[in-house]
């Protein structure tokens, strides 16, 4: 047997009314939660981003300034160069003038 509800049907439809606005309550409290995550979320994968390029930055910034020592060294390499063959080419022209006193011989003295 079916028991027989003592309310009235203005009142049921309160009460499915009631019920009807809770659950959209309940709804509405757990789509606030999820746009709260999801805004977290995005709040944190901006930080890594940021992040990111800090450190792509610092990269960029690290290569350029080891591209620029490097580049510094090819030059004082250029430099030791001329100036060992300037080197040779005064050793040249000594030993072309006078090849004992080059030697370390003075004649002036062995005479």
Do not use: H, N
């Not at 910034?61 to 040779?88: D, I, L, Q, R």
Request: proline share 2%; aromatic share 2%.
């Amino acid at each position: 047997m079916v028991k027989k509800s003592k309310l009235t049907v203005p009142e049921v439809v309160v009460v499915v009314a009631v019920e009807v606005v809770s659950v959209a309550a309940e709804e509405e409290v757990a789509i606030e939660e999820t746009a709260t995550e999801a805004m977290e979320a995005a709040v944190e994968v901006a930080a890594i981003e940021e992040a990111a390029v800090a450190a792509m930055a610092e990269t960029a910034t690290e290569a350029t300034v080891a591209a620029e020592a490097a580049e510094a060294m090819v030059a004082a390499v250029g430099v030791a160069a001329a100036m060992a063959e300037t080197a040779t080419e005064a050793m040249e022209a000594a030993m072309i003038r006078d090849p004992i006193k080059f030697l370390g011989y003075d004649r002036k003295q062995t005479l």
